[in-house]
């Protein structure tokens, strides 16, 4: 399954910690890209380009003028919407419908959300129905969406020999893969 991520109204400032937990969410659980729709700002990007370039490159975020034509034109295209929401139904029960798409949007608010991302979604889900995080319910929901999808970055530097104790870090001088 193809999953972009799609964050909604980001605010300058306020938001840029979130924004660039959001990115790294996406990227490190499987999603192949983030658009940012609302104040332009770059410092969620710049983040991603340092992570990619110790961690591995083929994640790309970028920013998008307009979420409205966004999620249309990936509808377009054969996306369907999901959009993460303590009003939802609960991702438990729709997770199995949800795995058979190809193609995924999904929308994570930041600041109030209109009425008009709940009506043009193809699913509202809910990640428990008590308020949290949009970092949260994104990471829970790729978790559900893409588990056993193995991530695969290109050109790493750095990779991480899993262990039980301490840190084992190998480090590529040339990167090659
Ligand atoms: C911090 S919340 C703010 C919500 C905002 N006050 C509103 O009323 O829409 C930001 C985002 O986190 C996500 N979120 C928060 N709690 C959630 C939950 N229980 N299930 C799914 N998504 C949730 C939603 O995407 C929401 O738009």
Avoid at 160 to 171: E, R, Y
Wanted: proline share 2%.
């Amino acid at each position: 399954m193809e999953v972009v991520v799609l964050r909604y109204g980001h605010r300058l400032i306020r938001d840029e910690r979130v924004t660039s937990h959001c990115c790294l969410v996406s990227r490190a659980f499987g999603a192949k890209k983030i658009v940012i729709c609302g104040e332009q700002d770059p410092t969620a990007i710049k983040t991603l380009e340092g992570i990619s370039k110790n961690w591995g490159a083929g994640f790309d975020a970028e920013f998008g003028s307009s979420w409205e034509k966004i999620l249309t034109e990936h509808k377009k295209t054969g996306f369907k919407a999901v959009h993460l929401t303590m009003y939802g139904q609960p991702l438990e029960k729709k997770i199995k419908q949800i795995k058979k798409h190809k193609k995924i949007i999904v929308i994570i608010g930041s600041r109030k959300v209109e009425r008009k991302v709940y009506a043009l979604s193809d699913y509202n889900i809910s990640v428990t129905n008590q308020p949290h995080s949009e970092i949260a319910a994104l990471a829970v929901f790729l978790y559900e969406a893409l588990r056993g999808k193995k991530t695969k970055f290109a050109n790493a530097k750095l990779k991480i020999i899993p262990s039980s104790f301490g840190k084992k870090v190998k480090k590529k001088t040339r990167a090659t893969g």
